[in-house]
């Protein structure tokens, strides 16, 4: 029922005299809520009713400092996006990146707007001394592939009462979203400790995406903080690139495509706290050749605006002909595990429709496929667990000569058919599968929100997330709890269902150690679990959630289907069992068993 133009002053009882008080009592309210709103309208009052939502995002937007809702006198801390401004004219030059040529201020200062006929577009103008006059156009883009995910931007500049030489500058994007910055490692093949939550993004045609880094741009470490554009290698795009949403410029390849002559990364806004310089705000610059302006040659360049999703066939439809903006999705060394098992986890969630249950049914699919290979590398340890007596016995019999003590292993392992590799090659499968899958979780914008059982339950509401079950800052130390701390602010439970039951698989599948050198070694492993609590703490819980699906599936492989130990009769040895093939069951004599027939021997004969 609200209107253009009403006023509130009133909401569920509470006076809002400003905006900082509308944000106070919405504050005290949750979504789905319904409450009375009093609105001035005209020379009276109105009542209406309205059921309040969660805030939408906004991939573009201001930033001020220490502060979401501002009054009328408050200005943005960040400047604002797609800033126009002048890099020169006629020989005078800006000083610093965030100022202007004295007396051509056009950043920082307001245009005159008008809207056009249809609706469709808003054209901003300003006058400079000497009747430079500078315009903005936005205009509406109706594509039916892209709704709403673009604008076109044309800019000019007219001189008509005499000729000047510019050069401009266009500022892309600030403000993109922020969230997952604490628990969340960005990672470019460039980069792998120095990305921030915001990177300058670019691409030109012939080459591949690349990444500014922010906190590099902010410190000032950049080894090229300006990259020239070539005539043979036209610029696709720049902006800023975000965890799950990007935002850029593309010029236009017509009639109006810019003439360009280098792309800056610039820090436009510090972070409030040194600790949190990941948070910095920065845009990509786009700085014109001269062009020369005259009452006959005016400037008019167009470009188009893109603000949305990181979804590859999105990206696909933005930027230059084979050089568009799908490669910034980037899932790391892995990519090529990553995409078929998001595309998959995709169709899943398509019959299924819950991507909790569409991990739980992508683990099963990889352990199932994976079964012949586990099941080989069970039956290699159990024999191995078998032969430990008799290698000790080697080892103890050549304990000073290394060549026999190995030539004697290696003769055992080949009467008893026994393969130590093959008890790695399951954990050199997995580590691509657990890199491919842990970038796909982590940045797929389509796991962002998505709940694990409902929206009405905010624990495990996000799978890109960790499940934060509990917020517990102000119960630990700080350099736990905060933010940027080793746990983060909340206590997350399915990290701890990991490890637990990563704890347990070892247990079960160790086999016993046989000296004090093995105990040591098992005691080790032990505590690097709860080391591994540390680092998995703050994963995504999809991840996890693909952990504890694929633990359990590893248990009742080993307990249910897997082969295992069993009596073997009179000898008191023991004989393997295969409980999913039974002609293997029916195998007579076991490893484990004419190993101790052969220590028998040996005693009699001595």
């Given amino acids: 029922g609200l209107k253009p133009g009403d006023v509130i002053v009133q909401v569920a009882g509470q006076a809002t005299a400003d905006p900082t008080a509308l944000a106070d009592v919405l504050a005290g309210t949750r979504p789905g809520q319904r409450v009375p709103i009093e609105v001035v309208r005209g020379d009276g009052k109105v009542s209406v009713d309205a059921t309040l939502v969660r805030r939408p995002l906004e991939v573009v937007r201001p930033e001020y400092r220490g502060r979401t809702v501002v009054d009328a006198n408050t200005r943005p801390h960040d400047p604002l996006s797609f800033r126009f401004s002048l890099e020169s004219r006629d020989g005078r030059r800006r000083r610093e990146t965030l100022d202007e040529i004295p007396g051509q201020d056009l950043a920082d200062i307001d245009w005159h707007a008008s809207r056009s006929a249809d609706g469709r577009s808003v054209r901003f103008t300003r006058t400079l001394p000497g009747g430079l006059m500078a315009s903005k156009e936005y205009r509406l883009i109706t594509a039916a592939d892209a709704p709403g995910y673009a604008l076109d931007l044309v800019i000019g500049l007219e001189s008509p009462a005499a000729k000047t030489v510019v050069t401009y500058a266009l500022d ?54 300006a990259t020239t554009v070539m005539p043979d290698k036209p610029l696709s795009f720049a902006g800023v690139d975000a965890l799950y949403f990007a935002s850029a410029m593309i010029p236009s390849t017509g009639d109006n495509a810019p003439a360009l002559a280098e792309v800056r990364s610039i820090a436009v806004g510090e972070p409030t706290e040194p600790a949190r310089k990941k948070l910095v705000n920065v845009t990509a610059r786009i700085i014109s050749d001269d062009i020369a302006v005259g009452p006959d040659q005016p400037l008019r360049h167009q470009y188009t605006i893109f603000a949305g999703p990181k979804q590859p066939e999105l990206l696909r439809q933005f930027g230059a002909p084979k050089a568009s903006m799908d490669d910034i999705v980037y899932y790391g060394w892995f990519g090529w595990v990553a995409r078929p098992m998001i595309a998959l986890l995709h169709g899943l969630h398509a019959i299924v429709r819950n991507y909790g249950i569409a991990i739980i049914l992508l683990t099963v699919l990889v352990r199932g496929a994976m079964f012949p290979i586990s099941r080989k590398q069970a039956i ?35 009467k008893h058919g026994v393969n130590p590799m093959s008890g790695c090659l399951p954990v050199f499968i997995q580590i691509p599968i657990f890199m491919g899958l842990y970038r796909a979780l982590a940045t797929d914008v389509e796991l962002r929100e998505a709940p694990l059982f409902t929206n009405a339950i905010r624990w495990c509401s996000n799978l890109a997330a960790p499940d934060m079950l509990w917020d517990w800052t102000g119960y630990l130390p700080g350099f736990l709890t905060s933010p940027e701390g080793w746990l983060g602010p909340y206590l997350n439970v399915l990290p701890l269902v ?32 709860w080391f591994m609590a540390l680092m998995f703490f703050k994963v995504p819980s999809g991840l996890c959630l693909y952990f504890i699906a694929s633990s359990l599936w590893g248990i009742a492989e080993r307990l249910l289907w897997l082969p295992k130990p ?28 004419a190993a101790r027939e052969r220590r028998l021997a040996r005693k009699k004969q001595r």
């Fill in 172 to 225: 892309g994007p600030t403000g993109l979203p922020t969230e997952g910055w604490w628990y969340t490692q960005r990672v470019w093949h460039e980069f792998w400790s120095s990305l921030a939550v915001r990177d300058v993004a670019l691409r030109f045609v012939g080459s591949e995406s690349t990444l500014i880094s922010g906190l590099k741009t902010l410190d000032g470490t950049l080894d090229r903080p």
């Fill in 380 to 414: 290699s340890s159990q024999k191995m667990q078998a032969l430990q007596p008799e290698m000790k016995i080697i080892n103890e019999k050549y304990k000073n000569d290394t060549e026999k003590r190995g030539r004697a292993v290696q003769e055992l392992w080949k």
């Fill in 498 to 529: 990991t490890i637990g039951l990563f704890l347990w698989q070892q247990k079960l599948f160790m086999p016993p150690a046989m000296d004090e050198q093995q105990r040591m070694q098992q005691q080790v492993m032990n505590y690097m679990m």
């Fill in 566 to 593: 069993a009596a073997a009769g009179a000898n008191g040895g023991v004989r393997v069992v295969d409980a999913v093939s039974e002609p293997a069951a029916n195998k007579t004599t076991a490893v484990a068993e």
